[in-house]
Structure formats: C-alpha cells, structure tokens
C-alpha cells in the first residue's frame, strides 16, 4: 500500500489550498481514509476523517466550517479542501488509510495502519 500526499504549500491567511493523497495497491473503497497534521514541537493529531463511501464525515473542532474532506473511490484519492487558512494551521499534513467497515469513522493515528509521507502547509500572517 502507498499513500501519495501532495498540494501543501506557502499561502498567506484566509486563502485556501487543496490538499490531494493518491492510494494504490489497496482496495480503495474498502478504506476508511483520514487526514492528520503535526505542527513543529506537537503530536500528530486528526483534522478530518472519511468513511468508506464518503457519506460520514469527522471534523476536529478547530477546523469545523473552513475544512472539507472527500473522496473518489474511482480515483483511489482523498482530498482535503482547506479554506480560511490561519497560521495556527501550520503542520506537516499526513493522510493515513486502515481497512475498515462501511460506517465507521476512525480518529486515532493508533487507528490507521498506511501513512503517506506528508505535506507541508505553512500559513503567513
């Protein structure tokens, strides 16, 4: 299994980026997909979470109402569109893939079993 991350970059507060993981070797559908950062000096922690088919959503409190996440399983991709960025976004994002049942939502990094290598998305003042 591989997780391709990719679409961090430098952007100036209250824009917005989209961020992209590419999964292959991996039944895509039969993936519950979710979407962590880690910020210089902290411990990894979720941002948002996706069931199998993308009808449940999680969201941590600190990006509900900026931050979406969604998947296309014909694509074998999870996304993660990220608007009215703030600095206190600033973190390595990682998305992260555990076989899963249909409904379920997972929200610890001990819950997941495939990484990708994470991008960077730092937010200027």
């Known amino acids: 299994v591989q997780l391709q991350a990719s679409g961090g970059g430098l952007v100036q507060a209250g824009g917005s980026l989209r961020l992209s993981c590419a999964a292959s070797?991996?039944?895509?559908?039969?993936?519950?997909m979710g979407w962590f950062r880690q910020a210089p000096g902290k411990e990894r922690g979720i941002v948002a979470a996706?069931?199998?088919?993308?009808?449940?959503?999680y969201y941590a409190d600190s990006v509900k109402g900026r931050f979406t996440i969604s998947r296309d399983n014909a694509k074998n991709t999870v996304f993660l569109q990220m608007n009215n960025l703030e600095p206190k976004d600033t973190a390595v994002y990682y998305c992260a893939a555990r076989r899963a049942i249909l409904s379920a939502l997972y929200y610890g990094t001990g819950d997941y079993n495939y990484w990708g290598q994470g991008t960077l998305v730092t937010v200027s003042s």
């Open positions: 996706i069931n199998r088919n993308g009808i449940s959503t």
């Open positions: 070797g991996l039944t895509f559908s039969n993936y519950g």
